[in-house]
């Protein structure tokens, strides 16, 4: 008999005394139970760590590691090492929240079947009296994609959302990290996810009828000033990501032609909108470029 595949909540934490309680709050209070929820924090020097001790305390399905601070990256090279197979393993940052039916409503709208990647959508809020109370927005059907592989290696289209918003099986977590990394490198977790999975071949899943709460404030990512600088930075760790990851797991850099054009006309016309794909006649010229770039180097 194949063993009940068990249900992690993920959640890594820095300084964010703010907001911690009303996020585990959240993992701890659903409808349909996590098996875990697994906290890292990053030596936070604020008393979020207080309070997350004080959760654990008194919840026996919480698990707490604290580590030195090393950044959001080292927090998942850490669970890595914990987390265990067999699982899928639901995303959460300290500053955000799940609704009460999250996890009940996700499992529902993916059915019995295993998955490589999920990712639903945001709600987003300021304050705790603000944030949604139910995680179903719609009634829109879940879409299953088939491999992204050659459309990310190719175009580097970013398919998925924000890391509150993604839920992964242990089994490609475990592939993911440990990565090795450098502070200086001002990319986030979520781009190496969602990149990294597309390049494996990982299947993902998008639940656009279901949503988590996302909290807007002034330490969001999204909120803060990147200068020319800090982007370039960002782009030349991507372009590292991609060229480690293919050459680990000896994947051609560039999609064939028929590789490509396969997965683009398995999107359909929704997706390929969204991404903002260009005609086919300006995706083969580029296509054949790359080619021959790689060829020539």
Partial sequence: MNQARKNICFINNFNNEKFIEACLSSALQQSIPFDQVLVIDDGSTDHSLEIIQHYDQHHSDLRLISKENEGQFSTFNAAAGVLPDNAQVFLLDGDDIYPHDYLEASLKAIGNDRWDFAFCEQQKFTESSEAPHSAILNHESTYFFTSTSGLV?????????????????????????????DRQEKFWVDDFLIYASSILGAKKIYLPSIAVGWRMHADNNSKKHYSHSDIKIREIAIARVFNDLVEKHKIPRYPSVSEFFHEYDALGK???????????????????????KNIVA
Avoid at 154 to 173: A, V
Wanted: net charge positive.
């Fill in 270 to 292: 929704y997706w390929q909108k969204r991404l903002d794909l260009p005609s086919q006649y300006k995706m083969f010229n580029r296509l054949l470029r790359q080619q021959i």
């Fill in 153 to 181: 290696r190719s175009r580097e289209c970013w398919i998925g959302n924000p890391t509150s918003c993604i839920s992964l099986s242990s089994e490609l977590f475990k592939r993911l990290f440990p990565y090795s990394y």
